[in-house]
C-alpha cells in the first residue's frame, strides 16, 4: 500500500481511506467520487498539493500529448468546470498523483532525485543518462510503456527539469517495445 508523501489532515486521512484508487467495479469507482471531491477541496483550500503537481495538471507545457491545452483545460473544453472538475471520475489518477506522487518503485525515484542532489535539478545531459535507465526498468518491470511513461514525465518535472527534458524521458519510455 502507497504511503501519502503530503501532510494531511485526520479528516482528509478518513477521506482518502473511502477512495477506491484501484477499482475494478463501478459501484466501487461511484462510492469514491463524493469522498474524492471532498479530499481535493481540502488540499485544494489548504494549499497541501506541492505546487509542481498542480502545473501537471494547470500548464499546458507539461501536458506533451495536449496538443497545446493543460489537462484542466481538457476537462473545461469537455464542459467539465471549477468544482465539478475533483468529482469527476477521469480526475481519480490526478488526485493519486497529487497525493502520493509518481507511481514508481522508491528505488527508481532515489536514482532519480540522488543525480539532481548536486546541482539541484536535472541537466539534459542528465536526462540522456537516465533514459536508458527508464527504459530498462520498463522492460524488466514488464511494466505498459505509455503508463511508465507518464510516471517518469511526473518524475522527471519533480527533480525540477524542464518539460522538454521530460518529454525526452516521456517519448523515451514510450518507445519501448
Known amino acids: 500500500m502507497r504511503v501519502p508523501d503530503i501532510e494531511l489532515t485526520e479528516r482528509e486521512i478518513e477521506l482518502l481511506a473511502q477512495i477506491n484508487f484501484g477499482h475494478t467495479r463501478h459501484d466501487e469507482l461511484n462510492a469514491s467520487l463524493a469522498p474524492m471531491a ?36 481538457i ?33 527508481v525515484i532515489a536514482k532519480f532525485k540522488d543525480v539532481t542532489s548536486c546541482s539541484g535539478y536535472l541537466t539534459g545531459g542528465d536526462v540522456n543518462d537516465l533514459a536508458p535507465e527508464a527504459r530498462r526498468f520498463v522492460r524488466s518491470s514488464r511494466l505498459n510503456p505509455q503508463d511508465a511513461a507518464d510516471e517518469f514525465y511526473k518524475l522527471v518535472l519533480e527533480c525540477d527539469a524542464s518539460p522538454s527534458s521530460a518529454e525526452s524521458i516521456y517519448k523515451s519510455v514510450r518507445a519501448v517495445k
Not at 479530499?39 to 495538471?57: N, V
Open 75 to 107: 476537462f473545461e473544453k469537455n464542459g467539465t468546470a471549477e468544482a465539478e472538475i475533483c468529482a469527476h471520475p477521469h480526475f481519480l489518477k490526478f488526485l493519486e498523483y497529487f497525493i502520493y506522487g509518481p507511481d514508481l518503485p522508491k528505488t
Open 38 to 73: 471532498a479530499l481535493s477541496a481540502s488540499l485544494l483550500d489548504r494549499g497541501a498539493i506541492p505546487e509542481i503537481r498542480l502545473l501537471y495538471f494547470t500548464d499546458p507545457e507539461r501536458n506533451p500529448s495536449g496538443r497545446g491545452k493543460s489537462r484542466q483545460q
